[in-house]
């Protein structure tokens, strides 16, 4: 562990075990979906009907920056696949078995810390109050939690955020993605039903972090490791 994530993990986690009840509580709410997701997917929703003159251009704006979030998340996960394997805390100091699920998978960069934060800078873009909000709750309700508890290193959290800023800064001044998000708003138009219909679930699926996604895949790996072994 480099000096930089010894000293900050010092801090963060300086009331580990002082109050059980506030070390409960964080597991709880590093757990908790709709404390994570769903409270910015309702942040997205009051920036998408709530009453302004240049609403289009915000709709446009938040399309594009949940384009911004899928696609920051992806690299974010391909980096954590191609670079080298880094262990999450909780496992190298034996608190976690590499058994599985989450352990098994490189703690660098943190997919949470990129989504999270991709999502507030779109956020900022269109309301920077809406914004402000979304980047204290990235930091306090989602990165915080995750390092206190030895989920990852502080320089997962950062290079995540930092990979879901510049993601979102970078979509928002895509000429491609502004027509994208065009599009999908006329779509609201001229569709309403069908639309409605698949930003529900897209929009479930985000709140939920891709929970059942995750789940159908990792049932079909095993399921296509078994078959292979047969």
């Not at 908790?32 to 609403?55: D, I, M, Q, S």
């Not at 980047?135 to 990852?152: E, K, M, N, Q, S």
């Not at 979102?168 to 039903?193: F, N, Y």
């Amino acid at each position: 562990m480099n000096q930089f994530d010894w000293t900050l993990l010092r801090w963060l986690t300086s009331f580990a075990n002082v109050w059980p009840s506030f070390d409960g509580f964080l597991a709880f709410l590093v757990n908790w979906e709709v404390a994570k997701g769903g409270l910015v997917v309702a942040l997205y929703w009051w920036a998408w009907f709530r009453p302004e003159k240049n609403r289009l251009q915000q709709r446009v704006r938040l399309i594009v920056a949940l384009a911004a979030a899928m696609l920051a998340l992806a690299l974010a996960s391909a980096a954590a696949l191609i670079l080298p394997y880094r262990p999450r805390p909780r496992v190298l100091v034996g608190l976690e078995p590499p058994t599985g699920g989450w352990a098994e998978w490189s703690a660098f960069p943190s997919d949470h810390a990129t989504l999270f934060f991709a999502l507030a800078t779109g956020l900022w873009a269109v309301a920077p109050w809406l914004g402000m909000v979304a980047f204290v709750h990235a930091i306090f309700v989602v990165c915080w939690p995750r390092a206190y508890l030895g989920l990852h290193y502080p320089t997962d959290l950062l290079a995540g955020a930092v990979i879901g800023v510049v993601v979102g800064v970078a979509a928002q001044r895509s000429r491609r993605l502004q027509q994208v998000g065009i599009h999908v708003v006329k779509w609201e138009i001229t569709r309403p039903a069908s639309f409605y219909a698949v930003a529900f679930v897209a929009t479930y699926l985000l709140a939920t972090l891709f929970s059942d996604l995750r789940r159908a895949g990792n049932s079909f790996v095993m399921w296509w490791l078994g078959r292979g072994a047969a």
